[in-house]
Every structure is written in C-alpha cells, then in structure tokens.
C-alpha cells in the first residue's frame, strides 16, 4: 500500500445519514404495490443510497474474499515457486536485474535471498479494504495506520507454506514492504510503529526469520528509501546477497516499470521463473497510472471519487488496436 493511491486525499464521509436512508428504502423495497406508493412519496426526496466513496473497490474487494478462483490463484502461485525452489531458484544466476552486472563467482560467493513484497502477496488486507467500502471511505494514511496498528491481517493461501519451504531449503528471506514508517501521536516512544506492527503480524504467522534484524525493510526506513520504487532496497540486499527469486502483486515488485516495457521481451520469460506475480485487482502501480492527477487536496471525497471514476471511464478501451 502507498499513501497515493487514488484518492489518496479522500476521507472518510460520514454515513451517519446514508445509513437510515439506505435501511428505509430497503424497507420499502419489501412492501406491497399497495403500500409502495406511499413510500415513493417519501423517498421522492432522499434517494436510496448507498455509499459512493470506494465503491469502485467493492467488487475487487469481493472478488479478493468471496471468489475461489482468486484462492486459487494465490494457491497456483505459491505452488509453482514451491516446485521451483529444487530447479530454476536453485539454479546458478540471480533474479534480481540490480545484479545481472556481477559476474558468476561473484554471484556464487554469496549466500541466497528471496525477496518478497508484503501486502497482497503475504498478507490479506481484504478486511481493511472491506471495512473502508462500508463507511464509504477509501484508503487513507489514518485509518491505514489504525489497520496496522492490528496486526491481525491473515496470510495469502500459500505464502506461508512457500516462504517456510524456502527457508528450509536455505535461503533467507527479505520482507520489502512499502509501509511507511511514520511516527504517531499515540505511539510517540516507538520511531516506526509500522515496523513493529508488522513484525508482529509476521510473527504471529510463524513467518521464517522475520524478526532478523535487517529482513524487514519499509519505506522511509532510510532517507534514500524514500520511494515507493524498490530498486534501491533490491540493490543493497544485493551487496550481501544472491538474490534467486522475488514475489509480489505489483510490476514494481520486480523492476521499475519503464525499464520492464523497455525491455519486456527480455524479461517477461522471468516469471513462473524467479519472479512470481499474486493478482491484485484492487490497488497498484497500473491503477495509480490512470487515475494520477484526478484529484487535489482541496476536493471534497465526494469530487475527488467522481474525478478518479472519469479517469477509470476514459481509460476503458472499447475497440482493440488496428493490426500492423
Ligand atoms: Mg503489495
């Protein structure tokens, strides 16, 4: 998660009124022809409502809890990089592109990593999602921080029997998260609450050498960790080590995205390889993409979700391109 995603500035609205209106009309909707006239007088003046601010999540979320297909796919990928750790992972190289410069020995010399992302490919944060969809909000720095603040968010089927099977096999893993390490009020002895919820979370699910003191590493941890790009965490884990595989739900997991369309032709035969990709319909780089710039810190929630939603609608293409 990153702090700009679209609507990055929206806040919570209140529901408060959406709520009652939305229950009455539900009411309405059970009466009888006979009756039903009645209501629509009433509500000819408040319109049945339900939230509009993260709405657009509400099926991905949905698809994320409800739909077998995406176990089963978080499943499907763990599977393969299990099965891969014995052959490709376990192969002479490195995954990372940051250290395609050394050379064999020195690849060899070193010991072996595998880097994976946290959200959305470790960890679920489908109730975080879900909960903000219900009160009509969507992602935003306080209520993200409060969610972390949990530590309660479940693995991804598969993640933890994949990470603990990789360590088995002797490779340390490094958890390169963009959570954010940000002071907070009600925590003002601990300099980066977001790591210590984390690894807390980690440990709870009994994920391997999570409590290592350089495994976790979040953004702003450093000063030159400033960016949600990861290439420079990737690169100083590549000094000590030989990084074999990588995990995430985001291009950016991998390699910076202008660098892979520059040379996607090189690099798209990688995963299923070393790198192994979780969907994520909800949030990520392809989404920010579109909806960047839509919306202005002075926007009510409401303007800023209605300017994003243009931007999704405008992005839609409805005819495929024209063969060369
Ligand atoms: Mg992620």
Request: with cysteine; glycine share 4%.
């Amino acid at each position: 998660m990153t702090p700009n995603r679209a609507g990055g500035v929206q806040r919570a609205v209140e529901v408060s009124r959406a709520v009652p209106r939305l229950a009455r009309w539900l009411m309405c909707s059970a009466l009888t022809l006979t009756t039903l006239t009645g209501c629509a007088s009433t509500l000819s003046a408040s319109k049945p409502s339900v939230p509009v601010v993260g709405r657009e999540q509400v099926s991905a979320t949905l698809w994320m809890q409800r739909a077998a297909e995406y176990r089963i796919a978080s499943e499907q990928v763990y599977r393969l990089a299990t099965e891969r750790l014995a052959t490709t992972i376990a192969a002479p190289g490195t995954a990372a592109i940051e250290q395609q410069s050394l050379s064999p020995s020195e690849l060899s010399a070193l010991p072996t990593a595998i880097i994976v992302d946290l959200d959305e490919t470790v960890l679920d944060n489908s109730f975080y999602q879900a909960r903000r969809a219900l009160v009509g909000g969507e992602y935003d720095e306080a209520s993200w921080q409060a969610w972390m603040q949990e530590a309660s968010a479940p693995a991804l089927p598969g993640a933890v029997e994949f990470l603990q099977a990789a360590a088995r096999a002797g490779h340390k893993i490094f958890y390169v998260t963009n959570r954010e390490c940000r002071r907070l009020e009600a925590l003002p002895d601990d300099p980066c609450p977001a790591r210590t919820a984390t690894l807390r979370n980690l440990e709870a699910l009994q994920l391997p050498n999570a409590n290592a003191p350089d495994a976790l590493s979040l953004r702003l941890e450093r000063p030159e960790w400033a960016s949600s790009d990861k290439t420079l965490r990737r690169a100083w884990i590549a000094t000590s080590h030989r990084i074999v595989a990588l995990v995430g739900d985001d291009l950016r997991d991998f390699v910076d995205r202008p660098v892979y369309e520059a040379r996607r032709g090189e690099l798209a035969e990688r995963f299923g390889s070393r790198w192994f990709l979780l969907p994520n319909p909800i949030y990520g780089s392809w989404e920010r993409a579109i909806t960047a710039g839509a919306c202005d810190p002075g926007m009510s929630a409401e303007t800023c979700a209605a300017a994003a939603t243009a931007r999704r609608y405008a992005a839609l293409e409805a005819e495929p391109a024209p063969s060369p």
